[in-house]
């Protein structure tokens, strides 16, 4: 490992630290979402993204209105992603139940102060369970699954036009394969050859009623993705070497990075769940006490 | 009367002329939806996205979210039932300037039930920050555009296509939340909108000869509905109300008329004419709105009911003031 993995890594484990302290503090949260993201994100935010300073304030704002409506003042989570540049990526972010990862990701980062966390979930906060594009680091709205990959192919194409320099990042998850939409969104945009659309996948091979069987389909999602007329590399999701060299190629398309990663990175215990990790909530005392003693073991 | 041929085509490309941020996206109906030979004007503006319609919704609000001002041309049924989950998220929540082009509203179309638009006007009149209009005429599909344009957020139009009469003068252009006083009388107000203006048009004169006040009042925009003119028509009806549209029922300009009455405590009769909470099938535009009761004759019908008196008009009466034959008895235009 090189310096900047060190430092990569480190923004990794802290996204880890975060959320399972996070968890048990609340008896409950999306765990295995920032176990499987933690390298994908700080590689993202530290390393791959070309973003702007944060034009948001630290501390997270209270809910101020949804758009247009009359009376309140809408601002959008994008602020912490720096101000819309020709020159600048976009983060576009598309499981919005992954919130807590990105927040925490924010925090090791410097673009969200480490209190953010403590109005997850409050009500009139918008540091929301499910991201809205108000809450912090997110730009639009991606909670119904699917559609962010679409929105940022209309984004990528508009920045084309007008000729920015700047990449439009997508993060998704490996179960927003399954709608329809997904596919359209990679046709139309390899048809209108935007390769300045570039995706992460967090392929951990988990949904909410469990595994995700990708051997039903015979065909792995590189070669779909690739059929459909984008680029598509598979990757490690933790190795930051491997991942630093699938995330940067230029391939002159469309281009989308595997991610293959692990439910439980980081929290083997967790996998005694296994295979229903969408949400961890703990079902008695002592098992609340294993994970404390794992979140122990983690700071130590 | 006028019967103008495809509006749209010629006065939708001179109005884009000036506008560079205006794109076009469609789903496979291109000149179904009259812009092929926008598509052919201003190609770099035009991006087919083939049948992929909630793929097209967030690609145009990824658009609009970037300062362009996407006008999504295809059949309405496309827009609101298919992708209404990419509608709803991906545009109107943002309240994106998106503009809906909706061909073939309600029974418009021998389409069959695919293709009628029959509950559009509720589901975009239940959908947060979406303003909705409705075409009645070629002066309306020429003027709608101002209109859409002037919205900051997304815009439902339902629009007509193919031949469509001029019944408003040129010089009368469709104006937000303005109704248009057509004939005035104090027995009945009547309510249409789109192509059920021209029905009551037809029975105007017929209605007047046999001695009954009718008040017409011309809808285009369904929401917002506020019109204070329309309340004013409302209370000075002595014996009721009757809406008139191409549309269920349910949700409606019917529904409409019904919660401005009920918020404002007017204890009078309300007639609703229109799909009587029903699909329809495919046939004729003329055969549909008789068979489904939207035509001039069942509303001379639901006059005589409100006031209780026989007028004494028969459905060759109607006929015979036809406003335009060619017109009503235009061939089924093809998909």
Redesign the interface.
């Known amino acids: 490992m090189n310096d900047w993995q060190d430092q990569t890594q480190e923004i990794a484990d802290g996204i880890r630290r975060r959320v399972l302290e996070h968890v048990l503090s609340n008896n409950g949260g999306y765990m295995s979402q920032a176990c499987s993201s933690a390298e994908m994100f700080a590689m993202l935010y530290s390393r791959v993204l070309r973003l702007g300073p944060s034009i948001a304030p630290l501390e997270p704002r209270k809910f101020g209105g949804v758009p247009g409506a009359p009376g309140h003042e809408f601002f959008s989570g994008g602020d912490y992603n720096g101000a819309k540049e020709s020159q600048f990526d976009r983060f576009i972010f598309s499981p919005a139940h992954y919130a807590l990862a990105l927040y925490a990701a924010l925090i090791e980062v410097g673009r969200l102060a480490e209190s953010g966390l403590d109005h997850f979930n409050e009500d009139g906060s918008t540091v929301e369970m499910i991201g809205g594009e108000h809450s912090p680091g997110v730009e639009t709205t991606t909670g119904s699954l699917g559609q962010a990959l679409s929105q940022a192919g209309g984004i990528a194409l508009a920045r084309k036009l007008r000729g920015d320099t700047g990449d439009v990042w997508v993060m998704m998850s490996d179960g927003e394969f399954q709608e329809g939409q997904t596919w359209e969104a990679i046709e139309s945009a390899a048809r209108f050859e935007l390769d300045n659309l570039r995706v992460i996948v967090d392929a951990n091979g988990q949904q909410c009623d469990g595994c995700i069987d990708e051997i039903e389909t015979g065909d792995p999602l590189t070669n779909r993705i690739r059929v459909f007329g984008a680029s598509a590399v598979e990757s490690n999701g933790h190795d930051l070497g491997t991942l630093e060299e699938a995330m940067t190629m230029s391939t002159g398309k469309p281009h989308f990075v595997i991610a293959r990663t692990d439910p439980v990175r980081g929290l083997p215990l967790f996998g005694e769940r296994a295979p229903l990790l969408h949400y961890l909530r703990f079902t008695s005392p002592d098992e609340r006490a294993q994970y404390q003693a794992a979140y122990e073991e983690m700071v130590k | 009367m006028e019967i103008v041929k495809r509006p749209h085509v010629e006065n939708f490309i001179e109005w884009s002329k000036d506008k560079p941020e205006v794109v076009v996206l469609t789903a496979d109906l291109t000149n179904s939806s009259e812009v092929g030979k926008w598509r052919d004007t201003y190609p770099d503006r035009f991006?087919p996205?083939?049948m992929?319609e909630?793929?097209m919704?967030?690609?145009?609000?990824?658009?609009?979210?970037?300062?362009?001002t996407p006008f999504i041309h295809t059949f309405a049924v496309f827009i609101y039932r298919r992708p209404y989950?990419?509608l709803a998220?991906?545009i109107a929540?943002?309240?994106l300037p998106v503009r809906f082009v909706a061909f073939l509203p309600g029974i418009a179309t021998p389409g069959g039930v695919t293709h009628q638009a029959i509950e559009d006007v509720a589901i975009m009149r239940a959908t947060?920050?979406m303003t909705v209009l409705e075409t009645g005429d070629a002066t309306e599909v020429e003027s709608v555009l101002d209109v859409a344009h002037s919205v900051?957020?997304p815009v439902y139009i339902r629009m007509l296509r193919g031949e469509v009469p001029r019944l408003f003068p040129k010089a009368e252009p469709m104006r937000l939340d303005e109704v248009r006083v057509l004939s005035e009388g104090d027995d009945v107000t009547v309510l249409t909108a789109g192509i059920t203006t021209e029905e009551a048009v037809r029975a105007a004169a017929p209605l007047a000869a046999a001695g009954v006040g009718m008040k017409h009042l011309h809808v285009s925009t369904h929401k917002p509905f506020g019109d204070p003119v329309v309340l004013d028509a409302i209370l000075g009806a002595r014996h009721g109300v009757i809406t008139l549209e191409n549309h269920t029922i349910i949700g409606g300009l019917g529904s409409a008329v019904a919660e401005l009455m009920a918020e404002n405590a007017i204890g009078k009769k309300l007639v609703r004419l229109g799909l009587q909470d029903t699909y329809a099938h495919g046939a004729s535009q003329a055969y549909l709105m008789k068979e489904y009761g939207l035509d001039a004759p069942a509303l001379v019908r639901a006059v005589e009911k409100l006031t209780g008196r026989a007028t004494g008009i028969t459905e060759p009466d109607l006929d015979a003031v036809r406003i335009e034959a060619v017109h009503s008895l235009a061939k089924a235009e093809a998909l």
């Open positions: 991006f996205m083939k992929a909630q793929n919704m967030s690609f145009a609000a990824g658009l609009a979210r970037e300062g362009y989950d990419q998220m991906s929540y943002p309240k947060p920050n900051d957020g």
